[in-house]
């Protein structure tokens, strides 16, 4: 576990001090599988693919621990690689901090350069290195009859800010003498998305199946920009107007912008870097 | 779609001013115009109208951030909250459906919002229906197009930046017609008419709830 650059003086907590732990977690979705959903409305993919990830590599910087006032509890500045995939929650930094309400959190997936290793094992993060990605997810998709793989690397930087929890309350709440969790949540079935606006999009993978015209079992981004969404039902994929979004690569691309969540549930304002 | 309440919105003004909220209660005029009639779309269409008609169901404004805004330059930043868009307090509402000839050369009064002071950073427009005709040329071939369309869409997390603080102003609503055919292959339109599903049905479909398709603009009454 990583100690962090504490900011503000401890001195400055007339109410005395605690602990944020945080820690980043891919949740079943991204450790074990998503499901094909076993009915209309249940959890899962609709279209009965199951998804199977074998790495899921984020690099995450910039974590910063603030208030409303713009006194900083703690910045973490170094860039390093988590793999999700891992069986977690993973320690990320432990933070003592006055104790009160910090309300303003926010992280940056930024693009990988000089990053080390947070759990990644060491030749993944020379590959998120190599290849300056934000993300690199890998796996299986499979159905009754047919499995495919995929290899999406990612370059799409997002700063994750004023993070609120499932309630909506902002950042954490720090115990004086206490300890509080604070999570940073990898949502790995966002990028099956169905759309980018709705509050309750499908999880689906059937036209990116379909895109595998080499037919090598193997979808990759190159064959999802061939997809235009205009060739799909207009009930699917629909992207909120956002006019930088035309195919299903840019479409995945932009999902990658949804990944981190906080505390579960959980979300941050996404601002594009 | 997430659909707020429009006819009991909870629009957060204290009864009694000097409240910590600190707004005061406005109203402002919305007036509607069509703009870029004529255009050429993505797939080299020259596109022109003879008729586009827009029904809105009714309008909205928050304080929450555009959904999308990856190029506005007055907000400085780019936003996306894709499945997470935070409308965040109702500001304003103007709640009557009302239909627009967007070919008008002059913006059209769509009517007087109520609200209160604030700073506007979104909008939602209820799209309810189009009516559209006209011609799309490519190559040399012209194809005569109609169609009309029940859309029935809470277009929302249109970005609208503005600080509404005095009882003199107005807000302008253009719609970019160039953003609803912009996609839109023209080569498929079978003797005039958008087969459901076809391309060009699915890119107007598509076209119509485009959030850069919106485009507002608060003025101040000199």
Redesign the interface.
């Known amino acids: 576990m990583k100690r962090v650059v504490l900011i503000l003086p401890l001195i400055a907590a007339c109410g005395g001090t605690g602990t944020i732990e945080v820690n980043v977690y891919g949740e079943d979705f991204i450790e074990q599988e998503i499901p094909a959903a076993s009915a209309p409305g249940e959890e899962g993919l609709v279209d009965g693919f199951t998804v199977e990830y074998d790495k899921f590599l984020v690099a995450l910087a910039g974590l910063e621990i603030a208030n409303r006032d713009d006194e900083v509890a703690a910045l973490d500045e170094s860039l390093r690689i988590w793999d999700v995939k891992k069986p977690g929650p993973h320690a990320v930094a432990q933070i003592e901090a006055p104790a009160e309400r910090w309300d303003r959190v926010s992280v940056e997936m930024r693009r990988a350069s000089g990053a080390t290793a947070g759990n990644a094992d060491p030749a993944d993060v020379d590959m998120m290195n190599a290849g300056g990605h934000t993300v690199i997810a890998t796996g299986r998709v499979s159905n009754e009859t047919d499995t495919y793989t995929f290899d999406w690397r990612f370059d799409t930087e997002?700063l994750y800010a004023d993070c609120v929890d499932a309630d909506e309350r902002p950042g954490v709440n720090v115990p004086t003498g206490g300890t509080v969790p604070m999570q940073l949540t990898i949502h790995g079935d966002?990028l099956f998305?169905d759309?980018?606006?709705?509050?309750d999009?499908s999880l689906r993978f059937a036209a990116m199946a379909a895109a595998d015209t080499n037919n090598d079992f193997e979808v990759t981004l190159e064959e999802l920009a061939a997809v235009?969404?205009?060739?799909?039902?207009?009930d699917q994929y629909?992207?909120?107007?956002?006019?930088?979004v035309?195919d299903l690569s840019a479409f995945v691309t932009?999902?990658t912008?949804?990944l981190v969540h906080f505390q579960g549930e959980g979300?941050c304002?996404?601002?594009?870097r | 779609?997430?659909r707020i309440a429009m006819t009991a919105l909870a629009i957060a003004v204290p009864l009694a001013c000097g409240t910590d909220t600190g707004r005061q209660r406005t109203t402002f005029e919305v007036d509607v115009a069509g703009i870029d009639h004529v255009s050429t779309n993505?797939l080299g269409w020259e596109i022109a109208l003879t008729r586009a008609d827009l029904t809105i169901g009714d309008l909205a404004f928050f304080e929450g951030?555009p959904?999308?805004a990856?190029s506005d330059l007055w907000i400085g930043?780019?936003?996306?909250?894709?499945?997470?868009?935070?409308e965040g307090e109702a500001l304003a509402e103007l709640l009557e459906p009302a239909t627009f000839d967007l070919l008008q050369n002059v913006p059209v009064l769509y009517g007087t919002a109520d609200g209160v002071t604030g700073d506007y950073r979104s909008a939602e427009v209820r799209v309810d229906r189009v009516v559209l005709a006209g011609t799309a040329t490519k190559d040399g071939r012209t194809v005569t197009f109609e169609w009309a369309g029940d859309i029935g869409t809470n277009?929302?997390?249109?970005a609208f930046g503005a600080i509404v603080d005095s009882p003199t102003g107005h807000v302008d609503l253009r719609v970019d017609l160039a953003?609803w055919f912009e996609?839109?292959?023209f080569s498929e339109v079978e003797d005039g008419v958008l087969v459901d599903?076809s391309?060009p049905?699915?890119?107007l479909?598509?076209g119509v709830?485009?959030?850069?398709?919106f485009l507002f603009e608060r003025k101040e009454t000199p």
């Open positions: 997002t966002h998305y759309d980018l606006q709705s509050d999009p235009d969404l205009t060739s799909l039902p207009s629909g992207t909120g107007g956002d006019p930088e035309n932009a999902l912008r949804t979300h304002v996404q601002i594009k | 779609m997430k993505d951030d959904l999308f990856w930043k780019a936003y996306a909250h894709p499945g997470h868009y935070v277009v929302e997390g249109i953003k996609r839109a292959d599903e391309q049905h699915r890119a479909l598509r709830v485009n959030t850069s398709g």
